[in-house]
């Protein structure tokens, strides 16, 4: 693969940011919202990242460029694209992060109050367990978001 192939797989997302699009240009014509440029550029940023990202790191990120986009933009399509159930939305003590859904297996996320942390982990099978509670009640989950807080390991040791 060419250096340029790269970078240009690099502004598309690549084959996850395609997937991605199509499924929020699908979402967006369902809600008969247009699916604009800097939609677009939103969607493929936020498929190509791997990390728990606040909205404003998003937004710096997308302020540069020929095609950059504003920050009340990339705001509202965090949360469509949430919606759409394409992005998670975590609920960090300090500020909101986010993280893209696909391609990940799923995972718990511990939150330190005081370093402001995202921990990921996972035990077993606890999706599994939620969907079998759910069905046992003949609920039909639509957001399942498990919200834990606390010290992380390295504040604890600080404070020892
Ligand atoms: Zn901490
Ligand atoms: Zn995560």
Redesign the pocket.
């Known amino acids: 693969m060419g250096r340029k192939r790269e970078r240009a797989a690099g502004e598309t997302g690549g084959a996850a940011g395609k997937t991605a699009w199509a499924a929020f240009e699908a979402f967006l014509a369902g809600g008969r919202a247009r699916a604009t440029r800097a939609r677009r550029r939103v969607c493929l940023h936020v498929a190509g990242r791997r990390d728990h990202f606040r909205a404003d790191d998003a937004a710096a990120d997308l302020a540069r460029g020929p095609e950059r986009v504003s920050r009340g933009t990339v705001y509202r399509t965090l949360a469509r694209l949430v919606e759409a159930g394409l992005l998670r939305e975590i609920p960090a003590p300090d500020c909101t992060r986010y993280e893209t859904i696909a391609g990940r297996p799923p995972h718990e996320h511990l939150l330190?109050e005081?370093?402001g942390?995202v921990v990921e982990a996972a035990c077993g099978d606890l999706p599994g367990a939620v969907e079998r509670m759910c069905a046992a009640q003949g609920f039909r989950a639509r957001v399942y978001a498990l919200r834990i807080t606390g010290?992380?390991r390295?504040?604890a040791e600080k404070r020892r």
């Open positions: 330190c005081g370093c942390r010290t992380c390295q504040c």
